[in-house]
């Protein structure tokens, strides 16, 4: 339990001048400045994201990913994403016509979010082979994952298939908004994938599949499904299988 919160503090405290700076950034941005505060706030994901690799929350093998085993600080990164989206969708009240939570059926958007992340997650896992299961892992550590990947992939959803992509559709189509936030969801990997991993070209080529699955799931049921074909996709290449 200490190492895990003493890895939380350091995590903290790395991430802190910057996220100062776009604090800043956004109290002195004007509301009606959208597009730039919907940018501003997908940098400031990608920076609680990639910090989590140098301090070691988690690690890459081929399109694998292995988490820091501690259910607690976990599901304390799980809740705190939760939150995050409970705070911006508070402060952002302008912001709140382009999230579209809910379109069509409830049972049928649960199950094509859950099949097409599962589809896509297992076939990731697969190119990258099934890790043995691991009888080391702290107990909780699956529920502790699963709260993880589905708090902190609904606030990457909120902001990608939310707020920029209901931003995009007041310009394209809604499949051109679709295609667009996917692509520009992959994109935004490009520091992940090149800088700070040496994951490269599969993590982006995952990330665009992933990213458009999400946009035309959006598109059809809303934020809440694609989240679960977000979450779902990264609980399968995370969790070690038989």
């Known amino acids: 339990m200490a190492e ?6 350091t995590y903290n405290l790395r991430m802190a001048p910057g996220l100062l700076a776009f604090a800043l950034c956004l109290v002195l941005l ?4 959208i597009g730039i505060r919907i940018a501003l706030y997908i940098a400031i994901f990608i920076l609680v994201r990639d910090a989590m690799t140098p301090t070691g929350l988690w690690s890459f093998d081929d399109l694998r990913i292995s988490f820091f085993n501690n259910p607690a600080l976990l599901a304390t990164l799980g809740i705190s994403s939760v939150l995050g989206v409970v705070l911006i969708v508070a ?3 302008d912001m709140r016509p382009l999230l579209v939570w809910r379109k069509g059926s409830l049972v049928e958007g649960a199950a094509v979010g859950l099949g ?3 589809v896509i997650g297992l076939g990731a896992a697969s190119i990258s082979g099934l890790s043995p299961l691991l009888w080391d892992f ?3 550590f699956i529920l502790a994952l699963v709260i993880l990947v589905y708090g902190g992939n609904l606030l990457e959803e909120v902001l990608f298939r939310g707020y920029l992509q209901g931003r ?5 189509t809604p499949v051109r908004a679709a295609l667009l936030s996917g692509l520009i969801f992959a994109a935004c990997h490009s520091y992940l994938a090149i800088t700070v991993t040496n994951g490269g070209w599969p993590i982006l080529a995952f990330t665009a599949i992933e990213g458009i699955a999400c946009g ?8 809440w499904a694609a989240a679960l074909t977000h979450g779902t996709a990264i609980l399968l290449v995370a969790m070690p299988m038989l």
Request: hydrophobic share 55%.
């Open 116 to 118: 097409a992340g599962a």
């Open 138 to 140: 702290a107990p909780g």
């Open 30 to 33: 004007p509301r009606a400045a």
């Open 91 to 93: 402060v952002e009240r």
């Open 4 to 9: 895990g919160m003493d890895l939380l503090a």
């Open 216 to 223: 035309f799931v959006r598109m059809r049921y809303g934020i």
């Open 168 to 172: 995009l559709e007041a310009y394209v």
